[in-house]
C-alpha cells in the first residue's frame, strides 16, 4: 500500500500517503471479519506493519521490506491458464502485448525522439535516466531485492504497474474461497474503486518537470474517463453511468495534482499556474451545480502556496466524494448545457490572459466530450459531433488557439447538442 509514494514517486504526494495508510487500515477491519484463517497471519503482519508507519516514519521502510512488496513481472501472470489465454476471460496479456500502448512504453525510450529529449536534457541515455523510466519502464528505479528473477526490468508499464506487486496475493487471489474483497486485503490494488484507480493513472499521466516538455516531450493532460476508453481494456465496467463518474473523479485528482506540485514550488511558472486556473475553472463550474459534492472555489485573485494547499485539499475531497456517489444523467445534461454555454467567458481581458484561455478551453473540450458521451445513446464508436471535433482542432495547439474561433465553435456545439439534450 506503499504504491502512491514507493512505485511512483511522481505522486510522492504528502495528502495522498495519509489518506492510503487510512484507507487501507479500514479495508483490513472491514474484510478481518469474514477472512479465511490461512491469510489470516499475513493480514496480521501487514496491519502491525501499518500501525508502526502510521506513527513513525522510519517504521514505512519496515512496511517497504515486507515480504509482500516483491514484483513477479508479466511472467508470474501470463501462463495460458491463467491471463496469457485466448479465451476472453484469460485474454489480458494478449490484449495487453498487442493493443496496449503501456507494452512499448520502455522501447518509445530507445528511440530518436527520446534520443533527441535525452540530449537535450544532458542525460546520457533516455532507457537508463530515472527521469524516463520512472514512467516509461517503473521495474527500473525499483531496487533489485524487490524484483523476482522472472521479473524483466525492461518489460514497460505492465499488470503490477497498475495492480500492485503481486507477490503477496498472486497464490491466493485465484482460490475459490477468497473474494474481492480479501484479494484486496492481502495487497491487490483496489482498481475498482475509481479513487484508487485515478490516482494510479494520474501518477503518470499528469505532472511533468517542466525541463522534459521544454525538450520535447509531449504535454500530459490526465481525463480518466477518455484515457480509459482509448487502453484497449482487458475488463468490463458493469455500471452505465461509470463513464460521468470516472471523468469527475479524474479532473479532480488531476487538479489534486497540479496543486501539489505548484505548493511546493516557490516561482511556479506562468504556464503551470494557467493550467492549475483553467482545471480549477471547470470544476467550480461542475461542483456548483451539484450540490451534494464538495465545493470548487472558483480562481480568483492572487496564487500563493497556500491558496494551491488548500486546493489540494478540495480537490482530494472531491475526487473521494465523487468516486462514491451517484451522479444522475440530470446532473450531466444540466452541467454539458451549461459549459456549453460558457463562450461569453473566453474574452481576453487584464485579468484573463491568451494563455489562461487556451488552458480552459483545453479542458473544457475533454468536459464537453465526456459529457456528450455520457448523456448520449449512441451506441459507442459512432462519429463524433463534427462541432465537438472543429473544438478539438481549436485546441490542439497552444500557437493555433484562437479565442474568438473558438467562441464560434462553442455556439456551434450548443446548437449543435439542443435538441438530444432536452
Ligand atoms: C510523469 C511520467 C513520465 C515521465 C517522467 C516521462 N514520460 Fe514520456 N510519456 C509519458 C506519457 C504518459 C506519454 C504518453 C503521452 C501521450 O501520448 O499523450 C509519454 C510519451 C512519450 C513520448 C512520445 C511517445 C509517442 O508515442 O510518440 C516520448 C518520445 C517520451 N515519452 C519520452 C520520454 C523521455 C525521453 C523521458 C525522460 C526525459 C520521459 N518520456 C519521461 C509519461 C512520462
Ligand atoms: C494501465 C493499467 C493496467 C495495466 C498495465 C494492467 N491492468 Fe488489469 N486492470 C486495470 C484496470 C483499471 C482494471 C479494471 C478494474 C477491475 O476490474 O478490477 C483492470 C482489470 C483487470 C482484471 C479484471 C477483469 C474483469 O473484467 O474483471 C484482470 C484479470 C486484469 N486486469 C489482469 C491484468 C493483467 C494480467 C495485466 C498484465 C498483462 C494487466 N491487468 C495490466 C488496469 C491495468
Ligand atoms: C507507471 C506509469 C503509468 C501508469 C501507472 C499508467 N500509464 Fe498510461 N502510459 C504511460 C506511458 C509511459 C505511456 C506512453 C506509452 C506510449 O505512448 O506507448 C502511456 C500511455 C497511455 C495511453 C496512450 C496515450 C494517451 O495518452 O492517449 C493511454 C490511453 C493510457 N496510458 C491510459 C492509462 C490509464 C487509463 C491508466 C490507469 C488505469 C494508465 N495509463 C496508467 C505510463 C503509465
Known sequence: MYFLWKNFPVAGNDLCRRQVLEWFASAISASLANVVPSILWRLSLVASALALAQTSSAAETEVARTKGGQFVGVAGCKSSSCHGGAGEKRSQCLTWLQKDFHARSYAILTNARSARIAETLGLPVAQESNRCTVCHSPFQPVAATRLEPRAHPDEGVSCESCHGAAESWLRGHTRKDWNYAMRVTAGMRDLKSFYVRANTCVACHQNLDSDIVKAGHPELTFELDGQSVAEPKHWRDDDPSSGLRAWLVGQAVALREISWALSKNEAPDAEATAKWKGLAWLLAKATAQQTDLPRIDQPTGATSPAVFSSA??????????????????????????????????????????????????????????????????????????????????????RADFQAPRFVEHVRNFRAAIKPSVQ
Request: hydrophobic residues 40%; negative net charge.
Open 312 to 397: 489540494q485539499e478540495q480537490a482530494d475531497l472531491l475526487a473521494r466524494r465523487a468516486a462514491e456517489s451517484r451522479l444522475s444523467n440530470d446532473f450531466a445534461q444540466q452541467l454539458l448545457r451549461e459549459l456549453a454555454a460558457t463562450d461569453s467567458e473566453f474574452v481576453v481581458s487584464n485579468e484573463i490572459s491568451q494563455d489562461l484561455l487556451f488552458r480552459r478551453a483545453q479542458r473544457l473540450v475533454l468536459a464537453l466530450d465526456r459529457l456528450s458521451n455520457a448523456v448520449s445513446s449512441e451506441p459507442p464508436g459512432t462519429a463524433k459531433n463534427p462541432a465537438l471535433t472543429q473544438l478539438f482542432d481549436d485546441v490542439r495547439s
